[in-house]
C-alpha cells in the first residue's frame, strides 16, 4: 500500500519473486503424485476416506461471492448429511417386529459394521428365509410375486429399480456403539410403528448430542462429521455442485442458523461465536468478501458507485469491516475530486459541493457538521483527513495553529474519556494543543 | 528529527524470510513422507466503467486483474499407531496454510491524489502483491497445546485484525481454554502488507507506516456443548519510541494504538431452540463501550425461526487519531427476521430493522440537533425456491433514515444444465434512492447480469459474469469479469 518504486527496484521485489517462484516449484513437484482416489477401510472410530484431498472429495466450486444464486441454487433433495434415497420396496418394520423378528435377524451385518460405507440393508437371500427361494435367482418350480415387495416390477417378476443409498456424510461405527450398549431405538426409534425406513428414522443430531455431551461422550464436531485435511468440516460429500451443502439450519442451527439475511447480519453471530464459524469456515471465505477484489452484489448491487454514500453517512453496513476509510475510500474520493481540495466543482466554493450551505464555517455561521461527525465520523473520514478537523479544531497556540473552536464540550475534562486518552496517548492531545497548555492536564 | 522513511521500516532482508520458511516447510513435508498439498490458484479478472461526478462527467475505464495462490500442506506429522491411515486429531497436528496476491489495476481516474494520500493510493492502483495469510499451525501438541506461527487473522469479539506474530491456545482441565497472542500488526507498511484491516484513523505520517507491536490474551470455555463464552484483552503499541512526530516533551510516556477488553457470550438452550448470543467491546483508549451486538434466535418449531439482534457501535480508530474525540454518540440499530420453510424447497422471509441516530446538544456551539434521536426504518421480503435444476431467489427492500432512502427489488435465478457441469444465472435489480441531504441526488437504478459457471473438470472451474446498467448517469454501462480456479490436491510420499 504503501511502498514506492524505489523499494522495489531496491530488492523487496526479488523477495516477493522467491515466493512466487516457491509456490511454483511446489505446484510442479507434485504433478507425478496425485492423491490417492480412494483408500482402504476406515480407522478404528470407523472415519471413512471422505475427506478433501482424495480424489473425488468436493472441491472449491470457484464461485466468487457475486451472486445470491451461487447460495440458493439448485439442489438435489435430502440433506447433506443424508443424500435422498431411493428405496423401491415395500416394507412394513411393524409387521415384521410384531411377529417377533428382531433387528439383527435382517440386518445381520450391522453388528460388525464400522463405517456408514458399508451396506447394513437386507440381502434378498434373508428375506428368502422366509419367503421362499426368490434370490438371487428363483427356483424353477417356485412362482414368485416380486412385486409383494418390489414397487418397480414389470409383470410379476420382472424387477426393474434398484435400491440407492448413498453413504451418509458422517463417521459411524455400529461395532463401537453396540458395544457401549447403544441399542437400536436409541438411535432409530420405535420402529414398531413403522412401515418403510427412510432418512427419517436415521438419527437427528440432538439425539447424538444426548450422549456426545462433551463429558460423557467428545463432542468435538469432528468426531461425527468427515473433516477437510485443514481440521474443518466438509460440506458436500462429493464434488457435486448440486449435492446439498451442511449448513447450520432447522433442529441442528446450533444458535447461528444461515437464514436469508444471514449474510447481512452476521457480524453479531460471528462476533458473539467465532469459534463456531471456524468449524466450516476457513480464511480465504471471510476474505472473499472483507478483502476481495470483486464486490459481492448482495451487498454492493447495481450503481453502488453512486449509492454508497447513503449507505456510508447511515452505517447500514459497517463499511471499516472491508474499507479502510482513510487509504481506500480516501484515496478513491480524492481522485474523483472530492475532499479538501481548493480548485474543482466538489471544493468548498465548487457549484456541486457535497455538504449543504449550513454546514460548516466561521465562528457564529451555522455547524451542520457537527452532529453528523458525533455519530458517524467514519463517514467523514472517507473524504476527511484529520487535517480538515484541525484547521478549526486545533487551538491558536498548536504547532499546525486552529480557530481555537472546542469541540469537547463541557465537561470533558473530567471526562473518563479524557483521562483515558491522557494516559495512553497523548500525542494526540499534541495535534490540536501547545506542549505544556495548562488545558492538556485532566482534572 | 526527520520522518523515517517508509522503506527503512521492515528490512529488505525480511522479504526473504517467507522463502526460507517455505523451504523449511518443504523439507518437512518431504520428512513427513505422506503429506497432503493442496494447492489453489484463481484469476480474476474485471473490467467496469464508472461515471465521474461533476459536471464534466467524463466516463472512465477501469480494469483489474487478480491472482490468488493458496497453498495448503497438511498431515506433517505421521500417524501414531501402526493401524491408522492418517493421524488421529486429538494425538496433534502440524500444518501449513497461507494465501498469496498478486493485483494489479489498470484504468483511468479523474485526476491524482493529494499527497500524503497519494502514497497510499499509489499501492491501491498499481501493483500490488499481498501475503493475505500465511502460518503453520500446531493442533493440540502435547495434546494439550494450538500454535500459530505467521501471519494470521483474529475474529472475535475484540476485532478483524491480522497481525505477524504468534498464537498459543491451551486448553486446561475444567472446560477452560487460555490463548495468547504477541507480534506486529499488519498494515500497509509491512512485508506484502495490506492495510484494509489496519486500525483507522490516521494516515500518511511517518507513525502510521511504522510497525506496532501488539499483545493479547484471552480466556474461554472450552468443549461445552451448549455455552461459549470469552473474555479477551488487546493492546497494540504506536511506535512512539521512533520519535517520528511527537512533537514535544508532553509526547512522552506510554502511547497506545489501540487497547480492548471484548466479552463474548453464546449460549444454546432447550435442544438449541432458544440461543441468546452477544459480544461487546470496550475500548480502554476512549473508555467507550464501542461495539455492543446482542441476540436471541428462537427456533419455534423445526421449521419456523425468529432472530432478532440489537447493534451498538460509536467508530473506533486508533489512538493517534483526533477522530476519536469527535465520535460520541452511538448508532443504534434492531433487527428482527422471521424465517418460515413451509416444504423442503421453499423458505421464507420478512425481516425489520429499525436505525437510531444519537444527537447531543453541543452546547459550545450553541447547537441543538433537530431530533435528539432521529429513527430510521425499513425492512425486507425475500422468497427462496430450490428445486433440482433450478433455484431462483427473490428480494423486495427498503430503508430509510439517516443518509437517505432506498427502495428496490432483486430477483437471483440459477439453472443447471448438461450434467450440472453448467449453470446459467440470470439476476436483476432494481433501486430507487433519494438522498436526504440534497434533493438533487435521487434517481434510479437498474442491473441485468447474466453469468455462466462451468465445471470443466475436476477441481476446475470457469465463471463469468457480465452486467449492463441503466441509471440517469448511464444510458449503459457494461461491466464484466470471469475466474478460473484451480483446486488441485497430491499428495508427497507414500504411506
Given at each position: 500500500m504503501k511502498r514506492t518504486s524505489t523499494e522495489w527496484a531496491n530488492g523487496r521485489r526479488f523477495g516477493g519473486l522467491g515466493v512466487t517462484l516457491?509456490?511454483?516449484?511446489l505446484f510442479v513437484a507434485g504433478t507425478g503424485r496425485s492423491a490417492p482416489r480412494t483408500r482402504p477401510g476406515g480407522d478404528a472410530m470407523g472415519r471413512s476416506p471422505t475427506r478433501v484431498g482424495g480424489g473425488n472429495a468436493a472441491r472449491e466450486r470457484g464461485e466468487l461471492p457475486t451472486t445470491a444464486a451461487v447460495m440458493h441454487g439448485p439442489t438435489r433433495a435430502g440433506t447433506a448429511v443424508y443424500p435422498e434415497q431411493s428405496i423401491p420396496l415395500r416394507f412394513n418394520h411393524g409387521e415384521h417386529l410384531g411377529l417377533g423378528l428382531r433387528c439383527l435377524d435382517c440386518h445381520e451385518s450391522v453388528g460388525k459394521s464400522r463405517q456408514v460405507a458399508d451396506n447394513n440393508f437386507p440381502r434378498g437371500e434373508t428375506c428368502d428365509r422366509c419367503h421362499g427361494d426368490a434370490?438371487?435367482?428363483?427356483?424353477?418350480?417356485?412362482?414368485?410375486?416380486?412385486?409383494?415387495?418390489?414397487?418397480?416390477?414389470?409383470?410379476?417378476?420382472?424387477?426393474?429399480?434398484?435400491?440407492?443409498?448413498?453413504?451418509?456424510?458422517?463417521?459411524?461405527?455400529?461395532?463401537?456403539?453396540?458395544?457401549?450398549?447403544?441399542?437400536?431405538?436409541?438411535?432409530?426409534?420405535?420402529?414398531?410403528?413403522?412401515?418403510?425406513?427412510?432418512?427419517?428414522?436415521?438419527?437427528?443430531?440432538?439425539q447424538c448430542l444426548v450422549c456426545h455431551d462433551g463429558v460423557a461422550e467428545t463432542s468435538r464436531c469432528g468426531a461425527c462429521h468427515p473433516t477437510e485435511r485443514g481440521g474443518r468440516l466438509v460440506t458436500r460429500a462429493i464434488d457435486d455442485r448440486s449435492m446439498p451443502t451442511l449448513v447450520p439450519k432447522g433442529t441442528s442451527a446450533w444458535g447461528i442458523g444461515h437464514d436469508l439475511a444471514f449474510v447481512e447480519d452476521h457480524a453479531?453471530?460471528?462476533?458473539?461465536?467465532?469459534?463456531?464459524?471456524?468449524?466450516?469456515?476457513?480464511?480465504?471465505?471471510?476474505?472473499?468478501?472483507?478483502?476481495?477484489?470483486?464486490?459481492?452484489?448482495?451487498?454492493?448491487?447495481?450503481?453502488?458507485?453512486?449509492?454508497?454514500?447513503?449507505d456510508a453517512r447511515g452505517r447500514v453496513q459497517d463499511c471499516q469491516s472491508c474499507h479502510r476509510t482513510q487509504s481506500f475510500c480516501l484515496g478513491c474520493h480524492e481522485r474523483l475530486g472530492f475532499?479538501?481540495?481548493?480548485?474543482?466543482?466538489?471544493?468548498?466554493?465548487?457549484?456541486?459541493?457535497?455538504h449543504p450551505d449550513d454546514w460548516s464555517g466561521p465562528a457564529g455561521s451555522p455547524q451542520g457538521h457537527a452532529h453528523a461527525a458525533q455519530r458517524n465520523i467514519a463517514a467523514c473520514s472517507s473524504c476527511h483527513r484529520e487535517d480538515s478537523c484541525l484547521a478549526c479544531h486545533a487551538t491558536i497556540e498548536a504547532p499546525i495553529p486552529g480557530l481555537g473552536a472546542n469541540p469537547h464540550g463541557t465537561g470533558f475534562r473530567d471526562s473518563a474519556k479524557c483521562l483515558a486518552l491522557e494516559q495512553r496517548n497523548r500525542r494526540v492531545c499534541l495535534r490540536c494543543h501547545a506542549p505544556g497548555a495548562p488545558e492538556l492536564d485532566c482534572r | 528529527m526527520p520522518a523515517r522513511k517508509h522503506t527503512e521500516v521492515p528490512s529488505a532482508g525480511q522479504g526473504w524470510l517467507p522463502v526460507v520458511c517455505g523451504a523449511w516447510l518443504l523439507g518437512l513435508a518431504l520428512e513427513a513422507n505422506a503429506s497432503e498439498v493442496r494447492v489453489l490458484s484463481r484469476t480474476v479478472g474485471e473490467g467496469y466503467v464508472i461515471r465521474a461526478p461533476g459536471p464534466d462527467g467524463a466516463l472512465l475505464d477501469r480494469r483489474r486483474l487478480s491472482q490468488y495462490v493458496n497453498l495448503g500442506v497438511y498431515e506433517l506429522l505421521p500417524p501414531k499407531r501402526p493401524d491408522e491411515f492418517t493421524r488421529d486429531p486429538m494425538d496433534g497436528q502440524l500444518q501449513v496454510v497461507a494465501s498469496l496476491r498478486l493485483r494489479h489495476d489498470f484504468g483511468d481516474y479523474a485526476r491524482t491524489a493529494l499527497e500524503p494520500a497519494?502514497?497510499?493510493?499509489?499501492?491501491?492502483?498499481?501493483?500490488?502483491?499481498?501475503?493475505?495469510?500465511?502460518?503453520?499451525?500446531?493442533?493440540?501438541?502435547?495434546?494439550?497445546?494450538?500454535?500459530?506461527?505467521?501471519?494470521?487473522?483474529?475474529?472475535?469479539?475484540?476485532?478483524?485484525?491480522?497481525?505477524?506474530?504468534?498464537?498459543?491456545?491451551?486448553?486446561?482441565?475444567?472446560?477452560?481454554?487460555?490463548?495468547?497472542?504477541?507480534?506486529?500488526?499488519?498494515?500497509?507498511?509491512?512485508?506484502?502488507?495490506?492495510?484494509?484491516f489496519e486500525p483507522d484513523g490516521t494516515q500518511g505520517i511517518p507513525s502510521d507506516r511504522a510497525i506496532s507491536p501488539m499483545v493479547g490474551a484471552g480466556l474461554e470455555l472450552d468443549g461445552i456443548p451448549w455455552a461459549e463464552a470469552r473474555v479477551a484483552y488487546r493492546r497494540t503499541w504506536s511506535p512512539a519510541d521512533l520519535g517520528d512526530n511527537a512533537p514535544g516533551p508532553d509526547g512522552g510516556g506510554p502511547i497506545v494504538d489501540q487497547e480492548f477488553v471484548s466479552l463474548s457470550l453464546a449460549f444454546r438452550f432447550?435442544?438449541?431452540?432458544?440461543?441468546?448470543?452477544?459480544?461487546?467491546?470496550?475500548?480502554?483508549?476512549?473508555?467507550?463501550?464501542?461495539?455492543?451486538?446482542?441476540?436471541?434466535?428462537?427456533?419455534v418449531t423445526p421449521i419456523h425461526s425468529v432472530r432478532a439482534q440489537y447493534l451498538r457501535t460509536i467508530p473506533s480508530f486508533d489512538l493517534d487519531s483526533i477522530f476519536n474525540v469527535f465520535a460520541i454518540e452511538p448508532f443504534e440499530d434492531v433487527r428482527v427476521v422471521y424465517e418460515v420453510r413451509p416444504g423442503s424447497r421453499w423458505t421464507l422471509m420478512a425481516r425489520f430493522q429499525g436505525r437510531f441516530f444519537r444527537s447531543a446538544t453541543t452546547a459550545d456551539l450553541d447547537l441543538e440537533p433537530s431530533s435528539r434521536r432521529p429513527f430510521g426504518g425499513g425492512g425486507g421480503l425475500a422468497a427462496s425456491v430450490r428445486l433440482r435444476r433450478f433455484g431462483a431467489r427473490c428480494d423486495a427492500f427498503g430503508l430509510g433514515g439517516?443518509?437517505?432512502?432506498?427502495?428496490?427489488?432483486?430477483?437471483?435465478?440459477?439453472?443447471?444444465?448438461?450434467?450440472?457441469?453448467?449453470?446459467?444465472?440470470?439476476r436483476a435489480v432494481g433501486a430507487y434512492y433519494r438522498d436526504e441531504i440534497d434533493e438533487r441526488r435521487r434517481g434510479y437504478n437498474i442491473a441485468l447480469q447474466a453469468g455462466l459457471s462451468i465445471h470443466l473438470a475436476h477441481g476446475i472451474n470457469l465463471q463469468a459474469v457480465a452486467e449492463e446498467l441503466f441509471t440517469p448517469l448511464y444510458r449503459h454501462a457494461f461491466r464484466a469479469f470471469g475466474s478460473l480456479t484451480l483446486d488441485w490436491a497430491f499428495r508427497v510420499g507414500q504411506r
Open positions: 516457491f509456490f511454483l516449484i434370490h438371487p435367482n428363483r427356483a424353477a418350480a417356485n412362482v414368485v410375486r416380486c412385486d409383494l415387495c418390489h414397487t418397480q416390477v414389470e409383470g410379476q417378476s420382472r424387477v426393474t429399480g434398484s435400491l440407492r443409498s448413498p453413504k451418509p456424510l458422517l463417521h459411524f461405527n455400529h461395532e463401537l456403539h453396540a458395544k457401549a450398549g447403544s441399542n437400536c431405538e436409541d438411535c432409530h426409534g420405535d420402529m414398531t410403528k413403522v412401515r418403510l425406513a427412510t432418512t427419517l428414522q436415521l438419527p437427528r443430531e440432538a453479531s453471530v460471528t462476533k458473539a461465536n467465532p469459534a463456531l464459524c471456524n468449524t466450516c469456515h476457513a480464511e480465504p471465505f471471510c476474505l472473499e468478501c472483507h478483502e476481495g477484489v470483486v464486490r459481492p452484489l448482495r451487498i454492493h448491487d447495481a450503481d453502488y458507485v453512486t449509492t454508497h454514500a447513503l475532499g479538501d481540495r481548493d480548485e474543482g466543482p466538489f471544493a468548498v466554493g465548487g457549484g456541486s459541493r457535497f | 497519494a502514497t497510499l493510493v499509489a499501492g491501491l492502483d498499481g501493483r500490488q502483491i499481498d501475503l493475505l495469510f500465511g502460518y503453520i499451525e500446531g493442533l493440540r501438541l502435547g495434546g494439550f497445546a494450538d500454535v500459530r506461527l505467521g501471519r494470521q487473522f483474529e475474529m472475535s469479539g475484540l476485532d478483524f485484525y491480522v497481525f505477524d506474530g504468534a498464537s498459543v491456545r491451551v486448553h486446561m482441565p475444567a472446560h477452560l481454554a487460555l490463548d495468547a497472542v504477541g507480534g506486529f500488526q499488519v498494515d500497509g507498511g509491512a512485508v506484502f502488507g495490506y492495510a484494509t432447550a435442544e438449541q431452540r432458544v440461543s441468546p448470543f452477544g459480544a461487546g467491546r470496550y475500548n480502554l483508549g476512549t473508555s467507550t463501550l464501542d461495539d455492543l451486538s446482542t441476540g436471541i434466535v428462537w427456533r439517516e443518509g437517505g432512502l432506498r427502495v428496490g427489488g432483486r430477483i437471483d435465478t440459477r439453472t443447471h444444465v448438461w450434467f450440472d457441469r453448467l449453470a446459467v444465472d440470470a
